[in-house]
């Protein structure tokens, strides 16, 4: 994950350090305490709905049906927990909502993929500490023969709701700390980090396309 030292309270490391809590393996622990007690917020984003890939413009590549040649991203930042660490992280639509994309939808948080609406897509980018990280320029060019395949969901199929390709519908995930610990444990001292929505295409004018999204970012942390 990027690290702006700018952006990073080191001294919760010391903090977390006096309660044991030292790695992800002992903050998924203290996360999943029956004696603890964890704190909550919610974040409202609006990702405001987008048409059309700037084929050709670098990164970018030229249109070629079926790959993976073009993105636009979209980015809000959030702000992390106030000297607390995270364990778990709900990312949702409303459940009426109506979300639709084209050719195929990423979601980041701090650059890792929580939601690729493709497995195959999401298959290509490189892993850190068993999360997808989110680089379009290992990405970019690779070859899409299953369009209809099934998400790839941070924690599990499970997890999530995604619709399928060139479908609408509601959209959401539930991260426990099981699973999100390396990431949460990652962000810890952030004051800001982004949620990033990221639509891709292939060849047609209409590619690199969402529907206005929005988000509410649910986070349970643990207040030092």
């Not at 073009?70 to 979300?99: D, H, Y």
């Not at 993929?113 to 379009?136: E, H, R």
């Not at 426990?176 to 610990?181: G, H, L």
């Amino acid at each position: 994950m990027p690290n702006d030292s700018e952006n990073v309270d080191e001294t919760i490391f010391d903090e977390l350090a006096k309660q044991g809590i030292v790695d992800a393996e002992t903050l998924n622990e203290r996360c999943r305490a029956s004696d603890n007690t964890l704190e909550s917020y919610d974040t409202q984003l609006t990702f405001p709905a987008r048409i059309g890939c700037s084929f050709g413009t670098d990164p970018n590549l030229e249109p070629k049906d079926q790959y993976l040649q073009a993105r636009e991203v979209t980015s809000q930042p959030i702000n992390g927990p106030s000297k607390g660490v995270i364990c778990n992280i709900r990312v949702q639509t409303p459940t009426n909502a109506e979300v639709r994309f084209d050719d195929y939808l990423f979601i980041t948080v701090a650059d890792i993929v929580v939601i690729g609406s493709n497995t195959q897509a999401s298959s290509y980018l490189p892993q850190s500490q068993g999360f997808y990280k989110w680089d379009f320029g290992v990405l970019r060019g690779n070859n899409v023969s299953n369009i209809q395949d099934s998400p790839y969901c941070l924690g599990g199929s499970d997890a999530c709701v995604v619709p399928p390709h060139d479908q609408q519908g509601p959209l959401n995930i539930s991260m426990e700390s099981t699973n999100v610990a390396p990431l949460a444990y990652g962000l810890a001292g952030w004051k800001t980090f982004d949620v990033k929505v990221i639509a891709t295409g292939d060849n047609d004018e209409t590619d690199c396309q969402h529907s206005q999204i929005d988000l509410t970012v649910s986070v349970d942390f643990i207040q030092l």
